[in-house]
């Protein structure tokens, strides 16, 4: 699976951004979908994920009730709406694939795909 992050910019504190990821290769739906996040000097952080069918999704403490994700199988992309930004939002985000979802979806050495990251910054 080729994985092709974008959408990433510099949006001020209260804003939104949408970033998407566009895969290509192999079956989209087989896949769950996973965004992290990685801040400068800091480890890769889960930020949500979404099964293969898009029924179940998880998200990360930090961005609960801020982030959604949204998947179209049909258009083999997965996107995820940032509101309410805050400066600490700011990281490279990177989209992954896995094929099964379950409760390690939150762990980054479980997915077997990776985009090549997109860079969000967040002013103050």
């Known amino acids: 699976v080729q994985l092709q992050a974008s959408g990433g910019g510099l949006v001020q504190a209260g804003g939104s951004l949408r970033l998407s990821c566009a895969a290509s290769?192999?079956?989209?739906?087989?896949?769950?979908m996973g965004w992290f996040r990685q801040a400068p000097g800091k480890e890769r952080e889960f930020v949500g994920a979404?099964?293969?069918?898009?029924?179940?999704?998880a998200y990360g403490d930090s961005v609960k009730g801020r982030f959604t994700i949204f998947r179209d199988n049909a258009k083999n992309t997965v996107d995820l709406q940032m509101n309410s930004l805050k400066p600490e939002d700011t990281a490279v985000y990177y989209c992954?694939?896995?094929?099964?979802?379950?409760?390690?979806?939150?762990?980054?050495?479980?997915?077997?795909?990776w985009g090549q990251g997109t860079l969000v910054t967040v002013s103050s």
């Open positions: 992954a694939a896995k094929r099964f979802y379950s409760s390690y979806i939150v762990r980054a050495p479980t997915y077997d795909y």
């Open positions: 979404i099964a293969g069918s898009g029924v179940s999704t």
């Open positions: 290769g192999r079956t989209f739906s087989d896949y769950a």
